[in-house]
């Protein structure tokens, strides 16, 4: 089985879902490359793609985590104020 990266992705380039806390990112499978906040946060930057094990590495700095962070809290008080 061979671990080679398929390409090199910049964070900025993933869609990032609040709610789940997942990064997204096209696969050429047709799925999408997947990684949660918390790895990134852990310092793993490989995506992995769930249907066909493709691998991206996710190309971010520490501080790029901290907006995501942030609009995860911001998300959170919002959904308490519609409650």
């Not at 964070?11 to 799925?31: A, R």
């Not at 990134?40 to 520490?62: H, K, N, R, Y």
């Not at 962070?69 to 911001?74: E, K, L």
């Amino acid at each position: 089985m061979s671990s080679a990266i398929y390409d090199q992705v910049e964070i900025e380039d993933f869609t990032f879902d609040p709610d789940t806390q997942l990064f997204s990112y096209p696969c050429p499978c047709g799925d999408k490359f997947q990684i949660l906040l918390d790895d990134l946060q852990d310092g793993e930057d490989i995506a992995v793609c769930p249907t066909c094990s493709l691998m991206v590495q996710v190309i971010f700095d520490q501080d790029d985590l901290e907006e995501y962070s942030q609009n995860i809290d911001q998300s959170a008080n919002e959904a308490a104020i519609v409650v």
